[in-house]
């Protein structure tokens, strides 16, 4: 069932609770537990952590699961406030000496540390490095770079806590289980795709599902295939409106540099939209030609490892294409993502055992395999289908394996 | 496979193409074999005949005589001059001086490779003789061919395949219809590969075989089609065309060239004017190039489909 609930951003809705809900690093997380739990015998010798990794991985979401679990207040200072000696000292330096006296225990946060900077945070690293020296409080420090050179008194008083990129597994795990909550049936390899493409970034994954999953029903690998890396939707939606509704031949190729889109991918686009748009037989063809020849060039790239032929492929591909038709056929048609770039419908290893059937067949039938698989193998299938006996007959003669068997009987 | 279980052991057993067969049978009372060319549409009994003649040549046990590679497989120049040439140069144990080469689908060789087998043919015709296999003669070149002894095999009588068909059914203990055998004759076009495949997947179903049967094993082979791409493409559904382009490459695993030359099969048994069959082969000629200089198959085939959408307008027209 599809969730109709207000836009709430998931990442939000699934903040952890509990620092045990944090996806992944699991070692940095003992650690910072160990670190806290050693404050109720008094101040350790570390007063502080310095908590590091790369964006998304949760470091944050970390100290607030933490803070949450423990009942703590979070006295917390980010990038958006100034962070000088003067303001450090007036946030942090009271809250450091009697916070723990009386009523919530505290828990001073210093996040975003990369981007303390040295003029208009004049002085706050060393006021912070004080706090941390002197502090009767836990203190908890968050960067991307703990080892940046700004830090390095700094960090010779913290206890340094590395956390690392999300294994993929764990991130589709997590996608799974907001899948689950919000009712979404995804395909595996549509959460394997994004995880992926996530790089171990959990924060970036759960916005890429919302964006992609939100009130649908069913996530297929189809649905998320057409993202590419670094491409986004509505810039290719632009480029290919300007290369197919181009005023000229040099505002169809200007189109190419509008946004920073892969060329292969554009290629893939404009192959998958050609025939939606441009519908009479004649134009299509031309259309279709050119596309074809840019092609070559495309190759020629490959081929020479000369780029400058790349010029060439984007002329065919952009005004070739676009004034190969004269726009009457039209009317307002959306774009469609590529199919092409599920190319894994075959994979590898089916591939492999497609190729060792064949070649078994031919030995046997005294043909090459690709006649084995053109003029053999469709009446196998129908055989394995239909004819248990003489299938096992078949197989044993051909010294097919149980697998292959089971390949070939599959209906297609 | 009833293919191979039928498939002749001896020239004897082979009921037609007499002519060949009694030339090769004089090869086998003289034992010697000149290198040779069996050229002649799929299915009409040339790797058979191959077999046999080794068969009768050598006796129960030719295979240690002779070695079988499939030009298709293997057909890079590296295969000539390794493996063919290890096993050309050395001497068979026996009565019969030489070995049998077997080079099937040879047409499928690159020119290299054919410039580099007939050096060794020559260098080695003492010790070992060739016997090419291929669809058109004319693939292969001239030097080669003047080296060879030329065998033209043709389609089977239809008498003679029916004949076979209902041999087999004898003996495999299945009830065939005529009108089954009118429906097997019509699709496999005189090739006797085809027949029997055709027959042995039908029997399959375990009941009397008559036409329906015949067209429903068939169907249920060949979900992809080329021709149904190709009159997609003719009625104007390009994009219906391309998925199922997408579905014989990707889900069949045809490899471009596979398709681009059966595409080229059927040009000429379309239904259209013959200017646009000359057109479409000339099409056809230039994609398959293109292909084999390493371009996109999806992308260069639905190219030609495009073409195919154009005349199919055009003919509509009456141009």
């Known amino acids: 069932m599809p969730s109709r609930t207000a836009f709430i951003p998931w990442i939000r809705k699934y903040k952890p609770k509990s620092l045990s ?138 206890l340094l806590i590395e956390f690392k990129k999300v294994s993929k597994s764990e991130v589709m795990r997590h996608l799974a289980k907001i899948c689950a909550k919000e009712g979404i049936n995804a395909d595996e390899a549509a959460l394997k795709f994004i995880a992926e493409r996530s790089g171990g970034d959990v924060r970036s994954a759960v916005m890429d599902l919302q964006a992609l999953a939100q009130d649908k029903a069913r996530l297929t690998y189809e649905d998320v295939a057409w993202l590419a890396p670094r491409d986004r939707k509505e810039e290719i939606f632009n480029v290919l409106r300007m290369i197919f509704y181009a005023k000229d031949a040099s505002n169809a190729k200007t189109a190419i540099n509008m946004a920073d889109v892969d060329l292969d991918m554009l290629f893939e686009w404009i192959y998958e939209n050609i025939p939606y748009h441009i519908r009479n037989p004649h134009e299509l063809a031309n259309a279709m030609d050119m596309l074809a020849k840019a092609d070559i060039y495309r190759r020629r790239v490959k081929e020479t490892q000369d780029w400058t032929f790349l010029r060439y492929v984007i002329d065919l591909m952009t005004a070739g294409v676009a004034l190969s038709w004269s726009r009457k056929s039209a009317g307002w048609t959306p774009f469609r993502f590529p199919e092409r770039i599920k190319k894994a419908s075959i994979s590898k290893e089916e591939r492999a055992l497609l190729s060792e059937i064949s070649r078994r067949i031919g030995r046997k039938c005294h043909l090459s395999s690709s006649r084995a698989v053109r003029e053999v193998l469709p009446y196998l299938r129908v055989i394995f289908q239909s004819n248990q006996k003489m299938t096992r007959g078949i197989a044993r003669w051909l010294d097919l394996t149980d697998e292959m068997v089971a390949y070939i009987s599959e209906e297609q | 496979m009833w293919t191979e279980k039928y498939r002749p052991r001896t020239l004897d057993e082979i009921v037609n193409q007499e002519e060949i067969v009694s030339r090769l049978k004089s090869f086998v009372k003289t034992k010697n074999v000149p290198h040779c060319i069996f050229a002649g549409p799929p299915g009409t009994g040339k790797t058979t005949a191959a077999l046999c003649l080794a068969h009768d040549l050598y006796g129960e046990n030719y ?75 004319g693939k292969i070149i001239e030097p080669i061919q003047s080296r060879c002894a030329p065998f033209r095999f043709t389609y089977l009588p239809r008498e003679e395949v029916i004949e076979r068909i209902r041999y087999i059914c004898e003996r495999e203990n299945v009830k065939i219809l005529d009108d089954g055998i ?138």
Not at chain 1, 126 to 131: A, F, K, L, V, W
Not at chain 2, 112 to 128: G, I, K, P, V
Not at chain 2, 212 to 241: C, H, K, Q, T, W
């Open chain 1, 21 to 158: 809900e944090v996806v992944g690093n699991e070692e940095a997380k003992r650690k910072i537990l160990e670190w806290i739990r050693s404050w109720e015998k008094g101040a350790p010798e570390k007063r502080a952590i310095f908590i590091y990794g790369p964006p998304g991985v949760g470091k944050t979401a970390a100290v607030e699961a933490l803070a949450n679990d423990l009942n703590m207040e979070v006295i917390e200072s980010d990038a958006s406030t100034y962070r000088t000696e003067e303001a450090v000292k007036r946030f942090a330096g009271r809250a450091s000496q009697y916070g723990s006296l009386f009523g919530m225990k505290k828990l001073i946060v210093f996040d975003e540390l990369d981007g303390i900077t040295g003029s208009a945070d004049h002085g706050g690293l060393r006021e912070i490095t004080e706090i941390v020296k002197n502090s009767r409080v836990p203190v908890i420090l968050i960067a991307n770079d703990a080892y940046d050179p700004r830090f390095t008194v700094l960090r010779n008083h913290c």
């Open chain 2, 63 to 137: 295979r240690e005589y002779i070695m079988e590679l499939n030009a298709s497989d293997e057909r890079g120049i590296n295969v000539v001059r390794e493996t063919v040439k290890t096993f050309a140069r050395t001497k068979p144990m026996g009565e019969v001086t030489f070995k049998i080469l077997i080079l099937d689908e040879a047409d499928n060789m690159t020119e290299d490779a054919q410039q580099a087998l007939r050096r060794t043919m020559e260098r080695y015709s003492e010790t070992a003789r060739f016997i090419l296999i291929a669809n058109y003669s």
């Open chain 2, 182 to 319: 009118e429906a097997i004759l019509e699709i496999s076009e005189g090739d006797l590969r085809k027949t029997v495949n055709i027959l042995q997947t039908a029997a399959s179903l375990g009941k009397p075989i008559d036409d329906d049967v015949v067209y429903s094993v068939v169907g249920r082979a060949n979900p992809y089609d080329v021709r149904e791409m190709m009159l997609m493409a003719l009625n104007g559904d390009f994009i219906a065309a391309r998925s199922k382009l997408k579905e014989l490459t990707q889900k069949y695993g045809l490899s471009g060239i596979d398709i681009i030359r059966q595409i080229h099969n059927e040009v000429f048994k379309l239904n259209v004017p013959d200017k646009w069959k000359v057109k479409l082969a000339d099409i056809a000629g230039e994609v398959d190039y293109r292909l084999i200089q390493g371009a996109t198959d999806e992308v260069q085939l639905s190219a030609m489909l495009a073409k195919l959408v154009e005349a199919g307008y055009e003919i509509k027209r009456g141009l």
